[in-house]
């Protein structure tokens, strides 16, 4: 029976997602291997990109020798592996919320890329042995390119995120809220995706002394401490600090984000007070650093949750001076 005469066997669908499943969790394991010069990193192209689409190859490519599958099975059935492999990566503690969370897009994108490319290899070639070299050769893929890929130094950029409110009081009362900040109540904080994936929800900000030199702690919930050094002190103006990570406990954020790190770190805040005639609009602005090989899809998830970050903290001032609290 030729392969277009092929009764499809729904039994290779559930199977090709199986292997799919375990091929994504096994490159996972094989990323925890410490080895020289860290050739097998999570935070690369062979794992992020090439891995995913060789789960969505893998897997159509099994479902389609079963017989002819329709195109949206090509586009939708990667989707299973790579949702059921993220969440044991999670269940194996391997990853954290966080982190799977910023894969999942990119891992389904290219999950079902790689299905397409395994429907049409297996409808175009005819004979069986071109079909398993391709299959082999996409399989292994990522595992030849992690050494190679080692060899490239990660690009470093520095993001700047402006985020800003308007307030109904005077820059006088602003500043009082801003220089230092008293203890948060979780009731206070609006909701913010970035606190449903696992970022720690913001907590005080204390001050050594008012001026250039002063030195403010800013804490997180789970322990987390930065130490912000002031060198811009205009009250009522702009008060602008740099930004040292001081503790940020194993526990609380994932390897692989946590703040100070290989990948990821944050340089400078600033608040910038601008009057209005009916009360004021305060800026905040922050820099932080990204450093992967593929820093354009890294940056929009860093500053979408440095706006989120940001705009938590600022609603929480802007609703203290409105209460004047």
């Not at 009250?235 to 990570?245: D, E, N, T, V």
Request: glycine share 8%.
């Amino acid at each position: 029976m030729s392969y277009s005469e092929r009764r499809p066997k729904p039994a290779l669908l559930i199977f090709g997602a199986l292997i799919g499943a375990i091929y994504a969790v096994l490159i996972r394991l094989a990323a925890s291997i410490q080895v020289p010069r860290r050739y097998l990193e999570v935070i690369s192209i062979a794992f992020i990109f090439l891995g995913p689409f060789a789960v969505g190859f893998i897997t159509i490519f099994i479902a389609e020798r079963g017989g002819r599958r329709r195109w949206w099975v090509w586009c939708l059935l990667p989707w299973v592996p790579i949702t059921a492999g993220s969440l044991t990566t999670i269940l194996l503690y391997l990853e954290g919320t966080i982190c799977v969370v910023m894969f999942v897009p990119i891992g389904l994108t290219l999950s079902t890329l790689g299905g397409v490319t395994a429907g049409i290899v297996v409808r175009l070639t005819k004979s069986p042995v071109p079909q398993i070299t391709t299959l082999a050769c996409v399989t292994i893929l990522p595992l030849i390119f992690w050494p190679i890929e080692a060899q490239i130094q990660p690009l470093n950029a520095t993001r700047l995120v402006n985020t800003s409110i308007d307030i109904a009081a005077p820059p006088e009362t602003v500043w009082t809220k801003i220089e230092r900040v008293a203890p948060i109540q979780d009731s206070e904080l609006p909701h913010a995706w970035t606190t449903t994936i696992g970022f720690p929800k913001p907590d005080q900000a204390t001050l050594s002394f008012e001026g250039v030199g002063g030195v403010r702690h800013a804490t997180f919930k789970g322990g987390v401490l930065f130490i912000e050094k002031i060198d811009q002190w205009e009250p009522g103006r702009r008060l602008a600090f740099a930004i040292h990570p001081e503790q940020i406990p194993s526990r609380t954020l994932d390897e692989h984000v946590t703040l100070g790190g290989r990948y990821f770190d944050v340089l400078r805040g600033e608040y910038t007070l601008e009057p209005l005639p009916n009360g004021t609009r305060l800026h905040l602005s922050s820099q932080h650093r990204i450093s992967t090989r593929f820093n354009w899809y890294s940056q929009l998830w860093t500053d979408a949750a440095m706006r989120d970050i940001q705009g938590s903290i600022l609603f929480v001032i802007k609703h203290r001076c409105e209460r004047n609290q």
